[in-house]
Each structure stands twice: as C-alpha cells, then as structure tokens.
T-cell receptor, first 117, second 112 residues
C-alpha cells in the first residue's frame, strides 16, 4: 500500500512566522502535490512537482513555496504565515506511469490542519 | 474551463437509499474522472474512476455514469449504508495526470 506521511496533524503558528510542512511518500512516485482544502471550495492545487528539484505552480501559489531535494520528500513553505492561510493542507503523490493516467490515481496523506493566529 | 462543478453540496438519505452526486466539466482535454471518498480526519481516498470511452463503471455498490456529449458524470451508491457517510469529491485530469481538478465536494449522511 502506498503511504503518504505528513509530519504534523495539527500546527498552530503566529502571523509572520515561517512555516514548513513536510511530506514523505514511500512508493517511488515521480509526482507530488500540495493541496489546500477549505469548506465549500474543495481541493485547490498550490504546487506540484514531477521530478526532483522541479516544481510547477498550481492554482493558488501566492504566499507559498516548495522544495523537492529528494524524490520521496516534498516540502511546502509558508514564507510569512498569514491568517488567511489557516486551512487543511493535503499532500499527495502519483506515479507518472507511461501516460496511462487511469492507473495513476492520487494517493493522499491525512492532512495537516494549520491555524495561524 | 478548468472548473469541475459538483452538486448537491450536501445530501441526506435513509439506509438502503440511492444517493446520486452529479458533476460537470468544460475542458474536453480531461480524460480521467476519479471519485474520492474522505472520512473525517483522513485524506481523500480513491473510490472509483472512469475513462470517457465507457458510459458506466461499477465497483461493488458504487457506479459511475458518464455522458461524454453532455460533459457530465455522476456517482450512484446502491443500498447505501451509514458507513458510507463521508464527503465525496469528483475530479478530472488530462492525459498527463499532473493537474487534477476537484469539485467542491458533497457531504453525504446516511441515516440508520
């Protein structure tokens, strides 16, 4: 079974702090993703990475950055946390396969609920 | 064009009922349509998925119906159980599988 592990279930940070959210997957997946989940808005893509040291902006990258130094690890960084970044953050991974995407679903971690006060 | 619309926002059914959740998309490049199920405190998990070359797919009590011309797809849960109470997300992606677009979710409650 694919396991995607997020380092923290709950985090409370102060406005202006630099925040690191860590994610590790154990299935040698090429693709890794960070989503933000808010009630009524579904899951919105912040950033994704399809290879080590590669990153692509998603739909809502403002205020965030990412780092992928190793294939299994994908970090989300809030450079200066703000209250509107209070949310549930979900990491996911998938295999690139050979373009047969229906065999490459997203596998999610259990999320990090971040509160910025 | 990247949006996936989903309805209803919430749904309450009695045990044994057949809840139906509907989704619609605009981007004709989408060619993979998964449904995810999320329980409280957990991340979403893949439930069932369909490609546009078939009109229906069944896995156990879960069925996806797909209408390519209308760009709509729906999830039916047969003989629903209280354990099916969860939030359901439809999604869509293109052949590169690197940009999954999600609907806003449907919170389903199945009453005993």
């Amino acid at each position: 079974d694919v396991k995607v592990t997020q380092s923290s279930r709950y985090l409370v940070k102060r406005t202006g702090e630099k925040v690191f959210l860590e994610c590790v997957q154990d299935m040698d997946h090429e693709n890794m993703f960070w989503y933000r989940q808010d009630p009524g808005l579904g899951l919105r893509l912040i950033y994704f990475s399809y290879d080590v040291k590669m990153k692509e902006k998603g739909d809502i990258p403002e205020g965030y950055s990412v780092s992928r130094e190793k294939k299994e690890r994908f970090s989300l960084i809030l450079e200066s946390a703000s209250t509107n970044q209070t949310s549930m953050y979900l990491c996911a991974s998938s295999s690139s396969g050979t373009g047969v995407t229906y065999n490459s679903p997203l596998h999610f971690g259990n999320g990090t609920r971040l509160t910025v006060t | 064009q990247q949006q996936v619309k989903q309805s209803p926002q919430s749904l309450i059914v009695q045990k044994g009922g057949i809840p139906i959740i509907n989704c619609a998309y605009e981007n004709t490049a989408f060619d993979y349509f998964p449904w995810y199920q999320q329980f409280p405190g957990k991340g979403p998990a893949l439930l069932i998925a369909i490609r546009p070359d078939v009109s229906e797919k069944k896995e156990g009590r879960f069925t996806i119906s797909f209408n390519k011309s209308a760009k709509q797809f729906s999830l039916h849960i047969m003989d629903s159980q209280p354990g099916d109470s969860a939030t359901y997300f439809c999604a869509a992606t293109d052949n590169y599988g690197q940009n999954f677009v999600f609907g806003p979710g449907t919170r389903l409650s199945v009453l005993p």
